[in-house]
């Protein structure tokens, strides 16, 4: 009888560690499952972002920073001084332009996914490292065009035939033509010249003069800056086969950027002459835009200057819209009352 107790009491003793064993394992299991899905959680969250910056890339968007915000400005800059400003079609306008802005920047990598692979500033691009397909390019090209006419049709007609037109022009005429001709350059500028005319339209549904003066503005500001960017770049573009002027024509390039500079100095009169903003914008354009003009003066003189006047006319815009803002007519009273009050006291 007391041999059968203790053998009774041996075997549960033996049992329990094993029982122990089995949790422990299961344990181990449990945490291992978590850690596995914890590392595919976070492997998943980083390609979707990888995902996401491609596409980014492919749409160009930190370049086209500046054809946005031309196109928001002008939207700012049309409504009449007491008029509300209709933030919807604010925000409407701006994301259109934007996919407009994104479809043309796909298309037009999609056309040249070839000698983006021959130029170590585009080799990284995701067609060419095959990140992005063709098929899925440009499938998103046309999802951001067709999203961006649904957009602007409800803002304004005419906002969506500019946009339409402005991808095609992009894709079908310019691109093309970089391979072709060097005045693709003065061909890209009307592309660009475009989007503050969709912002002007889009806020008012009207076109007058004063939004082409800004039409006017983008055009001649983007010829110096695009050739300066180019000549340091010209043996990259000669390589991939684009005809451009620093390619074709390099010793006359500083000369033709310097000159082309100069037609900034008529808008210091175009606009305050057609009612855009007050007559004191003309002198202070006209001081503010010297720096640049002598800035292409001294690349026109020395061609190590080609960084320095890029640089410039990346300054310059912005400038003039903030020149723009100031002397528009009812801000200026301001200024003159605030200053008259002062002098009172």
């Known amino acids: 009888m007391l041999e059968t107790l203790r053998s009774l009491l041996s075997t549960q003793v033996r049992k329990k560690p094993r029982t122990h064993k089995k949790k422990n394992k299961l344990e181990d299991i449990t945490n291992g499952t978590t850690e596995v899905t914890s590392s595919q959680l976070h492997k998943n969250s980083s390609t979707l972002w990888e995902t996401i910056n491609d596409y980014l890339i492919l749409s160009k968007f930190k370049l086209s920073t500046y054809v946005v915000g031309s196109s928001m400005f002008s939207f700012y800059l049309a409504r009449v001084p007491d008029a509300p400003f209709v933030l919807s079609d604010f925000i409407l306008s701006t994301v259109g ?174 606009a305050p002459y057609f009612g855009l903003v007050s007559w004191h914008f003309c002198w202070s354009s006209l001081l503010w835009n010297s720096i640049l003009i002598w800035d292409f003066y001294q690349f026109k003189k020395n061609t190590s200057k080609a960084f320095r006047a890029f640089m410039s006319s990346l300054c310059n815009l912005p400038g003039v819209f903030v020149l723009l803002l100031i002397c528009r007519e009812p801000v200026i009273s301001t200024i003159k009352q605030k200053v008259l009050e002062v002098l009172w006291k």
């Open 97 to 270: 332009v934007s996919l407009a802005v994104a479809s043309a920047n796909a298309l037009n990598q999609i056309y040249e996914h070839e000698q983006d692979k021959l130029m170590r500033r585009t080799e990284k691009r995701p067609i060419p490292t095959k990140k992005i397909s063709i098929e899925n390019a440009t499938t998103f090209a046309l999802l951001c065009g067709g999203t961006s006419a649904l957009i602007l049709y409800n803002v304004n007609t005419v906002a969506m035939i500019l946009a339409i037109g402005n991808i095609l022009l992009y894709r079908f005429v310019y691109t093309p033509l970089k391979q072709m001709t060097a005045w693709n350059t003065w061909i890209g500028a009307l592309v660009g010249a475009v989007p503050p005319l969709i912002g002007w339209v889009s806020a008012t549904g009207s076109l007058p003069s004063q939004a082409y003066s800004l039409f006017y503005l983008l055009y001649v500001w983007q010829i110096p800056h695009f050739l300066a960017l180019s000549w340091k770049y010209r043996a990259a573009y000669s390589d991939a086969g684009f005809v451009m002027l620093s390619v074709t024509q390099p010793k006359q390039l500083p000369s033709v950027a310097f000159y082309h500079s100069l037609f900034l100095i008529p808008f210091s009169f175009m």
